[in-house]
């Protein structure tokens, strides 16, 4: 029942900017933390940002300073505003919406994965 869509991807040079939108569907959104992965070709999928429902964020040490988190309850989407972009975030991007912030941790989501939104960032 659970589903999300990213979008927002794509190609940009570095120290350029992008918003990635995450839609969620069949989750209690207002209640839920929320989080936002990326995944590069051969490594493994990490954390980068997270919103817990009381609205406190974190940020992966790689990203702080650069990438903001934040949600509209109302319009039950979840914002990545991503700027100065380097090469090295070149990445698929997947969001999450769960209602325990420790799966939001652990990178276990309850929608399927999915394609997420690509993004490319050029030298």
């Known amino acids: 029942q659970v589903q999300l869509a990213e979008s927002g991807g794509g190609l940009v040079q570095a120290g350029g900017s992008l918003r990635l939108s995450c839609a969620a569907s069949g989750s209690t959104f207002s209640t839920s933390a929320m989080g936002w992965y990326r995944q590069a070709p051969g490594k493994q999928r990490e954390l980068v940002a997270g919103i817990r429902s009381g609205g406190s964020t974190m940020y992966a040490d790689s990203v702080k300073g650069r990438f903001t988190i934040s949600r509209d309850n109302a319009k039950n989407t979840v914002y990545l505003q991503m700027n100065s972009l380097k090469p090295e975030d070149t990445a698929v991007y997947y969001c999450?919406?769960?209602?325990?912030?420790?799966?939001?941790?652990?990178?276990?989501?309850?929608?399927?994965w999915g394609p997420g939104t690509q993004v490319t960032v050029s030298s």
């Open positions: 999450n919406v769960e209602s325990s912030w420790g799966r939001v941790l652990a990178g276990l989501r309850s929608a399927s």
